[in-house]
């Protein structure tokens, strides 16, 4: 079994980027861009989303982990703007449908999305030897909250531009003991 310090940051970022667009272009028919302000290590705190620094923006997301060979979790950070516009794109929806069907709809849509994006991470981390499964989706929401990794953990963080939006791509690894 390999040791998880041998899954280099370069694997993580190139798989990571693969996936987010290849699901969102798949999708959404939007092609997302990594941008230069990403980063990965010991990071205590953070703001996912708000480079203005409002806390009141509300914020969907969506998280899956993976156990096996590779251990951690995956969480998607959309602004609740974005995540409606994704939904109403994702299931050819209007404004108004979106918002007489309610939240429940935005939650499958992003838990789907966050799914299928994971699930090509986790394959190509499966094809370079880290075989794992998935877990099943989550839904975070709020407006002003920060994710803290245990000390063990190693995090990676980067951040895509989607058509004039933010998806932010956190990734906890767990430490191998």
């Not at 693969?18 to 990403?38: C, E, G, I, N, Y």
């Not at 990071?43 to 923006?57: A, C, F, G, Q, R």
């Not at 109403?88 to 939240?103: D, S, Y």
């Not at 877990?135 to 929401?141: A, G, K």
Request: proline fraction near 5%; include cysteine; hydrophobic fraction near 40%.
């Amino acid at each position: 079994m390999q040791a998880l310090q041998e899954i280099s940051e370069a694997l993580i970022r190139e798989n990571i980027n693969r996936a987010v667009a290849d699901v969102f272009k798949t999708m959404l028919q939007h092609s997302p861009t990594l941008k230069a302000d990403s980063f990965y290590g010991q990071i205590d705190s953070w703001p996912p989303l708000n480079p203005s620094k409002e806390p009141s923006t509300p914020q969907v997301v969506g998280t899956v982990g993976f156990i096996g060979e590779a251990n951690g979790l995956i969480y998607l950070y959309f602004d609740q703007p974005f995540a409606h516009l994704c939904t109403c794109q994702m299931l050819g929806m209007t404004t108004t449908e979106l918002e007489e069907a309610g939240e429940e709809v935005v939650n499958d849509a992003i838990g789907e999305l966050t799914n299928m994006t994971v699930g090509v991470f986790k394959n190509g981390i499966s094809d370079a030897g880290y075989t794992c499964k998935l877990t099943i989706p989550s839904i975070l929401r709020g407006s002003s909250f920060c994710v803290e990794p245990i000390s063990s953990a190693n995090r990676f963080i980067y951040s895509f531009e989607c058509g004039g939006h933010r998806i932010v791509a956190d990734i906890l690894l767990k430490a191998s003991d």
